[in-house]
Each structure stands twice: as structure tokens, then as C-alpha cells.
């Protein structure tokens, strides 16, 4: 039982490249989450899919792009990279009454 | 705008003292509250919820909630080396959007 995975764990992009990060959860949570965190600051809403087949903006929208493929798989994409998108992204899932978990993490660096 | 706020510390306390972590929020609606524990360069653990006033204990870690004053505290009995984490208040204000705050350092010295 992995939990929640997130794949790449580091990744460096020059401005204007794409790239999409992915995110599995085998705890079969209807819901699903991308954040990103920056120093000094708090977890910040991207994205988030309620349940699958469904999408919703969070605080933060601009920029990205999601996909939820299916119950286990929620992606996060990059369509052109900017210098003020580097930072911490994770992912998250949850089923009781908002109770989140977390991937490990995916640190991006955009130069 | 809903926010939550968190002192930034850091907090330190020597080991096997009481530590306490203290939130504020702003949405007076707020249904649902938790405390996320995170380590240097890892992700949020959630280790503790709470849903209505009072206090909520779990092992060394006691939440308590106070909805008329709009706060939130966590606090750590017996503080050991390990706990020396940033601690994530977070705040649901409805439907599926969580707010969290910044997070405050605690320091437990050996």
C-alpha cells in the first residue's frame, strides 16, 4: 500500500517548456488535490477533483492545467513554464470529511 | 479573503515540556480543522482533526477548538527531539477547499 505517489521528484525546466506531473493514490479516495508550497507561505489550492470524471479551480488556477484519468490518477500540467511557477508541488487525496494525504513531493526549478 | 493564521516561531521548548501551537482563522463558517506535521524537505502528515469545541486527545497530542473565539491550538505533552517539525494548521470553509496556514516551527532541545 504505497498511498499516494508523485512522479518526477525533482525536475529543472527552462521558461516556456511544458511538462506534466503525475499522481497516483491507491487508497481508493473519490477525491484528489494539487498544491503547490512556497517559502513562508502555505499550501495553496491548484486544482482539485472531487471525484473522478469531475475538475474544479482552486486558488491558484493560472498556469495549469489538470486531468483526472481515472479514481487513481490525478496529472498536473505545465503548458509553458515560468520562473514564478518554481516551487514545491504535492499531491493529495481524501474520502473522510476532508482529511488529506499527501504525496511525497515534486520540486520544480524554473530557470 | 479567508485566511488562517499561525505564528511563524520558531517555538523552542526543551524536551519533555509542553508545546503549544496556536491558529487563527477567519471564516467563522469553518466546519473542519486539522493539524499537518511536516518535516524539513518532507510532505504534510496529518495528526490530528477536530470538528467541534472542546478538546480532542490522541496520544501525547491534544487539539482543542474554540469556535466563538475562532481558534485552534495543538498541543504536545512530553515534547521529544522527533517532534521538532514546521506544524500546518488548516482550515476547511466548505465544499473542498482547505486553507492552511504558513506553519510554526518548534525547536524541542535535547
Known amino acids: 500500500n504505497a498511498g499516494v505517489t508523485q512522479t518526477p521528484k525533482f525536475q529543472v525546466l527552462k521558461t516556456g517548456q511544458s511538462m506534466t506531473l503525475q499522481c497516483a493514490q491507491d487508497?481508493?479516495?473519490?477525491?484528489m488535490y494539487w498544491y503547490r508550497q512556497d517559502p513562508g507561505m502555505g499550501l495553496r489550492l491548484i486544482y482539485y477533483s472531487a471525484s473522478e470524471g469531475t475538475t474544479d479551480k482552486g486558488e491558484v488556477p493560472n498556469g495549469y492545467n489538470v486531468s483526472r484519468l481515472n479514481k487513481r490518477e490525478f496529472s498536473l500540467r505545465l503548458e509553458s513554464a515560468a520562473p514564478s511557477q518554481t516551487s514545491v508541488y504535492f499531491c493529495?487525496?481524501?474520502?473522510?470529511?476532508?482529511?488529506?494525504?499527501f504525496g511525497p513531493g515534486t520540486r520544480l526549478t524554473v530557470t | 479573503q479567508k485566511e488562517v493564521e499561525q505564528n511563524s516561531g520558531p517555538l523552542s521548548v526543551p524536551e519533555g515540556a509542553i508545546a503549544s501551537l496556536n491558529c487563527t482563522y477567519s471564516?467563522?463558517?469553518?466546519?473542519?480543522f486539522f493539524w499537518y506535521r511536516q518535516y524539513s524537505g518532507k510532505s504534510p502528515e496529518l495528526i490530528m482533526s477536530i470538528y467541534s469545541n472542546g478538546d480532542k486527545e490522541d496520544g501525547r497530542f491534544t487539539a482543542q477548538l474554540n469556535k466563538a473565539s475562532q481558534y485552534v491550538s495543538l498541543l504536545i505533552r512530553d515534547s521529544q527531539p522527533s517532534d521538532s517539525a514546521t506544524y500546518l494548521c488548516a482550515v476547511n470553509t466548505g465544499g473542498f477547499k482547505t486553507i492552511f496556514g504558513a506553519g510554526t516551527r518548534l525547536f524541542v532541545k535535547a
Open positions: 487508497m481508493n479516495h473519490n477525491s
Open positions: 471564516d467563522r463558517g469553518s466546519q473542519s
Open positions: 493529495a487525496s481524501s474520502e473522510k470529511v476532508y482529511e488529506q494525504y
